[in-house]
C-alpha cells in the first residue's frame, strides 16, 4: 500500500502537552480545532495508523530554518569546518567561527522539534497496544515508532549530551513536566533498546513509500553501536555489533545508484541506495535545500533567493584524489549553470556549489522545492561495516570488498595492502568524501576526537589542529548548548560547560 503523505499534516492538528512551558502557553492560547482527547482517539486501526502518519512531518525538523540561511543541517555542517556561509546570517557567521551562544535559534528548533516528536511517539506506544486490530499491523504500526522515538534521541544526545528522557505521556501535573537532564549513557541505553524492539516488529525490509523500514532500523542501531564504541563512552565491545548490524543490510535489498544525480531527483525516492529519507512533496510540505545551497543572488533555477548559505571550502572540494567522478562538474559539485531565464548564457560562480542538493526539477520549473532530505544511504552502511570490522579484525576481504565498491563507482582505484591504522583513516576519508554535507562530519568529530586535515590529507587531533578556515575546535563545541530558553523555563536543567 502506498504511503499517503497527504496524511503527514495530521501531526500539526495533534495538539498534545509537551513538557515545556513555552510550548503550553502556546497550546492553551491557540484554539484547538483537532477535537482530539485520549478518550476519544485511538479507536479504530485508522486512527492509530493516522496517528503514525503524524509524528513523520517532525523529521523536517533539520530543514526548519529562515529567510537568512539558517537551518538546523547547515549548522551541523558549518560545525564541522568544510563550508562557508554567504548568506546574511550572523548566527552561520557566529557558527564558523565558534563564537555563537545558547540563544542561536537552531539550537531551540532541534530540541524542541525533537521532544514535540518524543511526546506523540510516548503516546502511541501507550495506547496503540490497546487498539484492536490485526496483530502484523500493530506491530509494524509500533515499530515504526520505536525507531522513530529513538531517531530524535539518538540527535538529541548527540548535539546536547545529558537530555531529559522521558518514555512517557506527560501530564500538568506529571513529574516530567519540568524534568531533569538524565546522564547520557542511559539516553543510549533506551536507543539501543527501541531500535531492537523496531527490529523484532516484522517490519518490512525496504519501504518504496518512504515508512521507517527493516534497513533503516539496521543501519541506524549500527550507527549507533558505531558512536558508543567512540567517544565519550568508548564502549569498544560495540564495534563488533555495529559490524554485525551493518552487514545485515548489505544483502541486496538497496544497491548502489549507477548515477549520482538519482540522489536529489524526484525519481529516485526512497529507491536504490536510499535507506531512510524526510519526505516533501509540492503541496504538502516543501523546503529551501536547493536554494540555500545554490551560490549567493545569481539566477541559478526559478528561486526567488540565492542565499549561498552553505558552501563547500576549496580546501575540501580539492581534497578529492585526481580522477574522482564525484568531484567532476554536475557529480557532487558544481561551478557553472545556465542562467535561469536565458539558458543562452552560463553563470560561473566562482567557487564550487553543491550539485549534490540540486534540485532540477524545482530549478527549471517553478521554484518549490520537494527534495527529500537523506538521513541513511546505502554507503553509510558500508562504510559502518568496514570501520567496525577493521576495528575487529584489521582490514579483511569483505571491509575492503565494501569500500572499494563506492570508489570503483567514483573511477577510484581499489584500496589494498593497507595497515589496521591506515584503513581507518582510508575509510574515514571516504566518509568525508562519500557522505560530504550530509550531516555525518560533525557526529564523526564528536566518536573520533580528530578532524580532517585537507591540506595535506590526514587527520589530526580535533583540539589543536586548524581547519582550512583556520579556526581550531574547542571542546565546548563538541556539543550544543542547552537552548536558553529551555533553562530560563525548567530551572531543573542545567547547561553544558563552556555555554
Same mark, same amino acid.
Given at each position: ?28 492560547? #491557540? ?34 530554518? @529562515?529567510?537568512?540561511? #539558517? ?17 546574511? =546570517? ?18 531551540? @528548533? ?24 490485526? @496483530?502484523?499491523?500493530?506491530?509494524? %504500526?509500533?515499530?515504526?515508532?520505536? !525507531? ?20 512517557? +505521556? ?12 538524565? *546522564?547520557?549513557?542511559?539516553?543510549? *541505553? ?10 523484532? =516488529? ?20 549500527? =550507527? ?26 548489505? *544483502? ?45 543572488? %545569481? ?17 575540501? !572540494?580539492?581534497?578529492? #584524489? ?6 567532476? #562538474?554536475?557529480?557532487?559539485?558544481? +561551478? ?7 539558458? =543562452? ?37 558500508? %562504510? ?34 593497507? +595497515?589496521? @591504522? ?41 583540539? +589543536? ?35
Amino acid at each position: 500500500m502506498k504511503f499517503n503523505i497527504k496524511k503527514y499534516g495530521v501531526g500539526s492538528l495533534i495538539l498534545i502537552l509537551m513538557f515545556t512551558a513555552s510550548s503550553c502557553k502556546k497550546y492553551l492560547d #491557540e484554539k484547538d480545532n483537532s477535537n482530539f482527547v485520549k478518550t476519544n482517539y485511538f479507536k479504530t486501526p485508522a486512527q492509530a495508523q493516522t496517528f503514525v502518519n503524524g509524528i513523520y512531518p517532525q523529521l523536517h525538523l533539520f530543514q526548519n530554518g @529562515d529567510a537568512y540561511g #539558517e537551518a538546523p543541517f547547515i549548522t551541523l555542517e558549518l560545525f564541522s569546518g568544510h563550508a562557508t556561509s554567504l548568506g546574511q =546570517s550572523v548566527n552561520n557567521g557566529n557558527v564558523i567561527n565558534q563564537r555563537t551562544d545558547a540563544v542561536n535559534p537552531g539550537f531551540e @528548533d532541534v530540541w524542541k522539534n525533537s521532544y514535540n516528536a518524543i511526546a506523540n511517539a510516548n503516546l502511541a506506544l501507550e495506547q496503540i497496544p490497546n487498539v484492536t486490530m490485526d @496483530d502484523a499491523t500493530k506491530k509494524k %504500526l509500533l515499530g515504526e515508532v520505536y !525507531f522513530l522515538r529513538a531517531f530524535f534521541y539518538y540527535h538529541l544526545v548527540r548535539l546536547y549530551g545529558d537530555v531529559p528522557l522521558i518514555t512517557k +505521556s506527560v501530564t500538568v501535573d506529571s513529574p516530567d513536566l519540568y524534568p531533569t537532564r538524565t *546522564d547520557y549513557k542511559q539516553v543510549y *541505553d533506551q536507543v539501543i533498546s527501541d531500535l531492537l524492539a523496531a527490529e523484532a =516488529s516484522g517490519l518490512p525490509a525496504s519501504d518504496p513509500a518512504g515508512r521507517v523500514s527493516l534497513g533503516a532500523v539496521r543501519t541506524l542501531l549500527a =550507527s549507533v553501536y558505531l558512536t558508543t564504541a567512540g567517544y565519550p563512552m568508548q564502549k569498544t565491545a560495540n564495534y563488533a555489533l555495529a559490524a554485525a548490524e551493518a552487514q545485515k543490510v548489505l *544483502d541486496g535489498t538497496y544497491t548502489l545508484f549507477t548515477d549520482y544525480a538519482f540522489l536529489h531527483d524526484n525519481a529516485h525516492k526512497n529507491q536504490g541506495e536510499l535507506i531512510f529519507q524526510g519526505q516533501y512533496l509540492v503541496g504538502v510540505a516543501t523546503n529551501a535545500i536547493t536554494q540555500l545551497t545554490v551560490p549567493f543572488n %545569481l539566477p541559478v533555477g526559478a528561486y526567488g533567493d540565492h542565499l549561498g548559505a552553505m558552501i563547500p571550502t576549496n580546501g575540501f !572540494f580539492t581534497s578529492y #584524489e585526481a580522477g574522482d567522478l564525484r568531484a567532476q #562538474e554536475r557529480q557532487f559539485y558544481f +561551478s557553472s549553470y545556465p542562467q535561469f531565464g536565458d539558458p =543562452s548564457k552560463t553563470i560561473v560562480f566562482g567557487e564550487h556549489c553543491l550539485y549534490k542538493f540540486f534540485h532540477v526539477e524545482s530549478a527549471t520549473g517553478n521554484g518549490i522545492c520537494d527534495e527529500n532530505w537523506t538521513f541513511l544511504r546505502l554507503p553509510e552502511a558500508m %562504510l559502518i561495516y568496514a570501520e567496525a570490522s577493521n576495528e575487529v579484525n584489521g582490514p579483511t576481504a569483505d571491509a575492503y570488498a565494501q569500500v572499494n565498491a563506492i570508489r570503483t563507482r567514483a573511477h577510484l582505484v581499489p584500496l589494498s595492502g593497507l +595497515s589496521k @591504522d591506515q584503513f581507518r583513516e582510508a575509510i574515514w576519508r571516504e566518509r568525508y568524501h562519500e557522505l560530504a554535507y550530509e550531516n555525518k562530519a560533525y557526529f564523526d568529530i564528536q566518536r573520533t576526537h580528530m578532524i580532517y586535515n585537507v591540506a595535506n590529507n590526514t587527520f589530526g587531533d580535533a583540539f +589543536s589542529t586548524a581547519n582550512e578556515q583556520g579556526v581550531t575546535m574547542k571542546q565546548q563545541y563538541l556539543l550544543w548548548p542547552v537552548p536558553q530558553r529551555e533553562i530560563n523555563t525548567n530551572k531543573k536543567l542545567t547547561q553544558n560547560t563552556g555555554w
